[in-house]
């Protein structure tokens, strides 16, 4: 199993970033994909989820802010992240579920002022 994270970066507060992982080594695409959150000193955090069906799911973080996708239920997932916040900062990390937890290396995201 292979992920390629990208679109992490640094962003002003209030600013917006896409984040976008691919995973591939799977038979089928009917895995759960999520991203998971990071920072430095705290526990790792659900972020956004999405089953291979659509729907979605959002950690408390997340919740009217981003937007979690997975377009033609492949196995892609996609984050679209706005009005960032300091505390938003951390090593975004995919994650894929079938039968066990795989995971990628993360992308880093930096909110500024």
């Known amino acids: 199993v292979q992920f390629v994270e990208s679109g992490g970066g640094s962003v002003h507060f209030g600013g917006s970033l896409n984040l976008s992982c691919v995973v591939s080594?799977?038979?089928?695409?009917?895995?759960?994909m999520k991203w998971y959150r990071q920072a430095p000193g705290k526990e790792r955090e659900l972020v956004a989820g999405?089953?291979?069906?659509?729907?979605?799911f959002y950690g408390p973080s997340a919740k009217g802010r981003f937007t979690a996708s997975r377009p033609n239920n492949e196995n892609r997932l996609f984050l679209q992240m706005t009005s960032l916040k300091f505390e938003d900062t951390a090593e975004y990390i995919c994650n894929a579920y079938e039968y066990r937890d795989y995971w990628g290396r993360g992308t880093q995201v930096t909110v500024s002022s």
């Open positions: 080594g799977f038979d089928s695409t009917g895995i759960l």
């Open positions: 999405v089953f291979d069906g659509g729907r979605t």
